[in-house]
């Protein structure tokens, strides 16, 4: 369910509010590599949160922590960008390229700074800090009309997919869809993770199942690369509408944990 971004900004999040300890914030984590490394983009990123800079023997992730409440960071926004969608990365700068190529990004606004994560070893994850340019001035949807855009999405994706018959032409395709979903980690969420974002996010992860099985592999009824081509455009509004929906559930769900503010754990 979701990526990691999404379990760094919740996590973190609440950390910074008081309402997790920092070992809750390190298991989390662990469900996407037992191993999590930190290091910066630069010298100046470097200088700025005492990380070693990209290149060097890496940081645990305990020095960025330390990092952020150092640098007044108070939350963070979950961003998934993709080529032409850059919104949230604070305009042009060396953060894009990479976001864009891993399609997502934990932003930490007032910080100045976004964590971009990597595989880069089996069971190693590997978080890349940048400084972000400008104000990020990501577009806030609220939850609901998030929520209600996916299922519009999904009805209106409806006839494409039937149109497609990628279950005739794929005969395994449900079981590609349901493994899919069971081969997603299994996350913990802090206590007080409100209900709705995590329906949606469960309901974003069936969708891209969905997504996926339609768009994977050039099969699916699409018998000319001009046919390959129409799929893809007629189910990318279904895609933004899923990360849509999971920007929105994950804002959701940092600005309840911040108003819980437990403080137990400061």
Known sequence: MSVPSATMAVWASAW??????????????????????????????????GLPVDGERAAGMAL??????????????????????????????PLVRPAVERGEAAVFGRAGLAAVPEDVADGVLRWTVFAVPGSPGADHTPIGEAEHGMTVAVREAAATLVSLDVARHRPNVRAEIAEFISSRPRLAWPPGMPPRSLRVLERAVEVEAILRAALGDGEGGAVSASAVRARGEALRPLADAVRGARCAAVAEAVRLLAGQHGGQFH
């Not at 990092?67 to 700068?93: E, N, T």
């Open 64 to 93: 960025w922590l330390a990092a952020l409440r150092g640098l007044g960071a108070d939350s963070a926004a979950l961003v998934l960008p993709v080529p032409g969608d850059v919104r949230g990365l604070g305009g042009a700068g």
């Open 16 to 49: 910074l509010h008081g309402s997790a300890a920092a070992d809750d914030v390190l298991d989390a984590l662990a469900a996407w590599g037992e191993l999590q490394e930190v290091v910066a983009a630069d010298e100046e990123t470097a200088d700025r949160t």
